[in-house]
């Protein structure tokens, strides 16, 4: 029988506890980058796109700029 792959010790949080590192916890993004195992410019983006989608949400008539 095959073993399932080993889980990494470190997964990223939800998009949602990217955001709360971010602006709740006020942590600046290469805190955040260094606490997600991440590069900082790939915490940039998560954040802009997280915020186009909240703003989809709160607005109906705006469309999301990212795909």
């Given at each position: 029988?095959?073993?399932?792959?080993?889980?990494?010790?470190?997964?990223?949080p939800?998009?949602?506890?990217?955001?709360?590192?971010?602006?709740?916890?006020?942590?600046?993004?290469?805190?955040?980058?260094?606490?997600l195992?991440?590069?900082?410019?790939?915490v940039?983006?998560?954040?802009?796109?997280?915020?186009?989608?909240?703003?989809?949400?709160?607005?109906?008539?705006?469309?999301?700029?990212?795909?």
């Amino acid at each position: 029988m095959d073993q399932p792959a080993a889980r990494p010790a470190r997964t990223a949080p939800q998009p949602a506890g990217r955001h709360v590192l971010h602006y709740l916890a006020d942590l600046p993004v290469a805190r955040v980058a260094e606490e997600l195992d991440a590069q900082p410019g790939t915490v940039r983006v998560w954040l802009s796109r997280g915020r186009d989608r909240l703003g989809v949400l709160l607005d109906e008539d705006k469309e999301p700029r990212h795909a």
